[in-house]
């Protein structure tokens, strides 16, 4: 059983480059969820799924894209990577007993 | 809207000291709380939780009451250790088809020897 498991663990990316970020749990939680974290800001959330097939924005979805592919995959994408997305990207399920978080992608945009 | 506030950090304390860690919000209706811990480059951990009032989440010796009339949720814990050094994060969440929590600013605590 291995949670919520989050690909890659760090990633460095120049300006204008694109990638995905992917998010997988084996937990059969409904919901999914994307943050991001900065310092002295906390944990601001990008984009969440409630269910399969559905996604809305959260507080901050400006320049990223998400996915929910099936009930246990929800990916984010940068399509043109900036130095103010450099951050640590955090993933997370719930059951609406609280949320279960991933170990968190750092990621560099130089 | 909902939100949480924290106090603010840092913490610093000596091994065995008491903990505590004040939270506050504001919601409509009758939120889940809770609390979640993150150790040095790790994700987060639900440590706690509370789904109504005047209930207690307890869990490794921390606990946290949930009190209604003073919308509050503080996080105590009677002699802290040095592996408790982390940083806490008070949370709630409404009950709606989507349970998107909302977390506090976090609150870093450092523990010496």
């Known amino acids: 059983n291995a949670g919520v498991t989050q690909t890659p663990k760090f990633q460095v990316l120049k300006t204008g480059q694109s990638m995905t970020l992917q998010c997988a749990q084996d937990?059969?939680?409904?919901?999914m969820y994307w943050y991001r974290q900065d310092p002295g800001m906390g944990l601001r959330l990008i984009y969440y799924s409630a269910s399969e097939g559905t996604t809305d924005k959260g507080e901050v979805p400006n320049g990223y894209n998400v996915s929910r592919l099936n009930k246990r995959e929800f990916s984010l994408r940068l399509e043109s990577a900036a130095p103010s997305q450099t951050s640590v990207y955090f993933c997370a399920s719930s059951n609406g007993r609280g949320e279960d978080f991933g170990a968190g992608t750092r990621l560099s945009v130089l | 809207g909902d939100s949480v506030t924290q106090m603010e950090g840092p913490v610093t304390l000596s091994e065995e000291a008491f903990l505590t860690i004040n939270c506050t919000y504001t919601a409509t209706g009758y939120p889940s709380l809770f609390w979640y811990v993150q150790y040095p480059g790790e994700g987060l951990q639900l440590l706690l939780k509370?789904?109504?009032?005047?209930d207690k989440g307890s869990n490794k010796g921390f606990e946290a009451t949930y009190r209604k009339e003073t919308t509050s949720f503080h996080l105590e814990k009677g002699s802290v250790q040095v592996s408790d050094s982390a940083v806490y994060f008070c949370?709630?969440?409404?009950?709606?088809?989507?349970?998107?929590?909302?977390f506090g600013p976090g609150t870093s605590l450092s523990v010496i020897p």
């Open positions: 509370a789904t109504k009032a005047d």
């Open positions: 949370a709630l969440s409404q009950k709606t088809s989507y349970d998107k929590v909302i």
């Open positions: 937990m059969n939680h409904n919901s």
